[in-house]
């Protein structure tokens, strides 16, 4: 591909510049000719190649995808157990027949799923239920600026997300269609008695011909609607209702595809989120799932038992999932989110701990970003630690509201926790991240997010997570300017970069290892026995490294030749984890007096116990 048929191709993208600023300049006494002017910016197509590229240096990550298979499989023996789970309680032996069977029947027929793999992933779109999938906001746009096979090369990641969830949607249509289709022969009471001359039943011939039936034989197309919506639902894929605000949401950033760098997935969340909403007691305000839940039939005529049963199945197992999470957070055997501030999160770092992890021995073992299960188990983790970092006195309230059934205070006291921890977590969502970082940016006031929110913005341009991901550097480098976040984002430039200390002026080390933080999404860490670190958790109380700037003089902008070239705040840092008093270092004097008497006694007052009380 030479420049100049990269120029020619570009050219055809819609939109003149030339014509584009001369107008523009002639626009600041314009009002009306400004908002024409800002629409057809909004909805310029050229936005599609941008979208389509930035999207897949999203996705780009092995970690993504290996996210990605996690959640679906998941989801896919999730929705069974569910199921046979509520046959249990509910003495149902037909739920638990149909649990059975849906599982059973996975991979039934599972030869024509391989050819139809192949060909979603040569089509680069579903086969089963082609146009409907996750990748959304890409339009072949590089085909433009690369020829067909260059642009089918620049969308691998697009076109992998497509493929497994293909896989995914293949094998639980599949499951559901054979327990749906075995349901049937076995109301019918067909013999099963084998034909002497074929070899098969009248079982089995209604069987195979039932299932093959729930396929379109030339396009390969989904003929079922409810094993099509089954397998939609499990991979969040369900197609938003266009009447609904978050399909509203999808048309208006469909029409103008300059919002998708700000929100580049609009289905896939909305779904994960109404998933695990259905599964929680904030359900109840669906009234989709109040028709279910309680037999509705006036509300819906076309309510049929089973799905009340499938309702009321998910309703019970996800709210064992949150008494479970309840339990655990107390007793301090799941993490959340952790504190607002990045430097205490800093601080809670450099002992092992990990957001959104299982606690289990001295080991952490996260689960942040397995959905549906990690938004209701993270949710309850989340509202934990909200109410561990209240004053005692409004803890206090919140026991009495529970103890004497104060409604009015437990409902103003425990509504805002529950709002403030469902918030929090959905902001710790990566699909999310772009939304919640941009209306941080907008409503900063001193600056400091918007700049931050805008570095990285163009760094996510520039690289994409695969190769930023390559980064073998073992340390956090500062980044203070544009071009220090594009270096430290750089597999080999980042080591050039200025080294973060803490206050120890020590080196601020990454966790896990290279291979790890490349492939890994689910790196264990464990407890570092840092004594300082746990003692400052024990205090809740964070020391910063030392100011960068003083009386106006950045220390970061003197070069010292005689220290291969490190600037005096690098130099400064050194000298206070290094230099010794008394024959001790900072760090060295500092661990000596926390395991004295006198820190222990001195400290008493201050310290959290286990439930966070002072």
Known sequence: VSLTSIRANLARFDGDFEKFMMKA?????????????????????????????????????????????????????????????????????????????????????????????KKAWQNEDGVLDAGIGKVEGVERATN???????????????????????????????????????????DLKLSKKKNKETGRSEYDEFVETEFEKGFDQKTGLAQNTEALDYARELTFTKDLDPSSASGKLNSFINDHPIFRQILPFVRTPVNIATSAIDRSPLGLLRKDVRTKLFNDIEANPNLTIKEVREARAKF????????????????????????????????????????????????????????????????????????????????LRITEALQLSFYSTLLTTGTGITMQAVSKNLASKTYLKGLSDALLAVLDQDGYRMNRFITSAITSRIFPSFVRNLNTDPYWRETRTLIDRVRSASPYFSEFGEIRYDFLGEPDKKPGTTLGRLINPFMVTEDTGDIVYEALNDLNHTITPPPQAKNGIQYSEFILPDEKNKNAYEKYNELIGT???????????????????EYEEATKPYKFDERNFY
Not at 340 to 367: A, E
Not at 579 to 597: D, F, H, M, W
Request: no cysteine; aromatic share 10%; net charge positive.
């Open 579 to 597: 230099v010794k008093i008394g024959e001790q270092t900072l760090r060295q004097a500092l661990e000596e007096y926390i395991q004295s008497p």
């Open 25 to 117: 300049s002639m626009l600041d006494q314009d009002a009306k000719g400004m908002m024409k002017l800002l629409r057809f910016v909004f909805k310029n197509r050229g936005w599609d190649l941008a979208n389509e590229v930035w999207i897949n240096f999203l996705l780009s990550s092995p970690k993504t995808h290996l996210v990605n298979i996690t959640s679906n499989l998941v989801m896919t023996l999730l929705r069974p157990g569910e199921n046979y789970f509520y046959g249990l309680v509910s003495n149902n032996k037909q739920m638990r027949q149909e649990a059975i069977r849906t599982v059973a029947g996975l991979f039934h027929n599972y030869r024509d799923m391989l050819t139809y793999l």
């Open 144 to 186: 433009l600026i690369f020829g067909k096979k260059g642009g089918a090369l620049s969308r691998s990641a697009t076109r992998l997300l497509t493929l497994e969830d293909e896989f995914f949607k293949q094998i639980n249509y599949r499951g559901k269609l054979y327990a749906n289709v075995i349901g049937r022969a076995e």
């Open 316 to 395: 019970a197992f996800g709210n064992v999932i949150l008494g479970t999470s309840a339990m655990l957070a107390y007793m301090g055997l799941i993490t959340g989110g952790g504190p607002k501030r990045n430097q205490d999160r800093i601080r809670l770092r450099k002992t092992g701990w990990q957001p959104y992890s299982f606690k289990i021995g001295d080991k952490y073992y996260p689960y942040g970003r397995v959905e549906p299960i990690a938004m209701i188990m993270g949710t309850v983790a989340d509202m934990q630690e909200i109410h561990s970092e209240l004053l005692p006195e409004e803890q």
